[in-house]
């Protein structure tokens, strides 16, 4: 793929994400540098991410380990400019065997939801002496299909995972019951911030709850307002999969 049309709408398309982030963000009394774009990358070619590191991006999510793996030795191979700065988030259902891999190539693991799997991120961050960013992923719908911890399991979740020392928690991330309607999924949005409050208020040492990865191509402006730093955009960049 090396679609000049393709590439072209990958640029514009970034960029007009940025302008409504931005404006979203100001319009409700936010700090649009306050929130990041995660460009949600899987199922597309390196050539698709490449196009979009020049064009700026920094945050690239991925969701499969094995398709991550290969994109990612391959995008160090070509190595653009400003590679250097890329931040690899990873956002797809993480088994406890690949954990190895997670922590080697991520900077970020964004779905954490069992202390089983924070403890073999745990055991593998500390082989490589990181310090594996975490965040603990809430199943805030309950829905039968999607992982997550359930919500009120959260913070003894948090807790639990608090005491393994190779781990930064830094907040929750959660992904709402599709809706065509926007509207429909703020509710889920604002109890995260709930479950987000109630776990602060704890005290934890370890644990930050500065983010809140929440918010996708259909509803990441409903997300910004109810408090999202962490926005992650697949098809409104990379067209559909
Ligand atoms: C695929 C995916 C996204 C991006 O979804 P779009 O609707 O394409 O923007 C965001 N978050 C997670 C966890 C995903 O799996």
Not at 78 to 99: E, M
Not at 108 to 124: F, G, P, R
Request: glycine content about 6%; hydrophobic content about 40%; some cysteine.
């Amino acid at each position: 793929m090396k679609d000049i049309k393709v590439m072209a709408e990958i640029k514009e398309n970034l960029k007009s994400i940025r302008d409504q982030i931005e404006k979203t963000a100001l319009d409700c009394g936010r700090n649009p540098q306050d929130i990041t774009l995660i460009a949600v990358s899987k199922k597309k070619p390196v050539e698709a991410i490449v196009e979009a590191i020049q064009a700026g991006s920094i945050h690239f999510g991925e969701n499969y380990i094995q398709e991550a793996m290969g994109k990612i030795d391959g995008i160090k191979n070509i190595a653009p400019t400003g590679l250097d700065s890329v931040c690899w988030h990873f956002i797809g259902h993480l088994q406890s065997n690949k954990s190895k891999f997670a922590v080697k190539y991520f900077d970020y693991i964004h779905t954490v939801d069992s202390l089983k799997l924070a403890k073999e991120i745990n055991k593998q961050a500390k082989k490589i002496d990181k310090v594996q960013k975490i965040l603990l992923q809430i199943n805030i719908g309950m829905e039968d299909t999607k992982s997550g911890i359930i919500p009120e399991k959260t913070v003894e979740l948090a807790e639990e995972t608090a005491m393994l020392e190779n781990l930064s928690i830094e907040g929750l991330m959660g992904m709402p019951p599709f809706s065509s309607d926007p509207e429909d999924v703020r509710g889920y949005f604002k109890n995260m911030v709930e479950i987000k409050k109630e776990i602060e208020h704890k005290n934890y040492a370890k644990v930050s709850m500065y983010h809140l990865s929440m918010g996708m191509s259909s509803d990441y402006e409903v997300a910004i307002q109810e408090g999202s730093t962490m926005v992650r955009v697949g098809t409104s960049i990379f067209g559909r999969r």
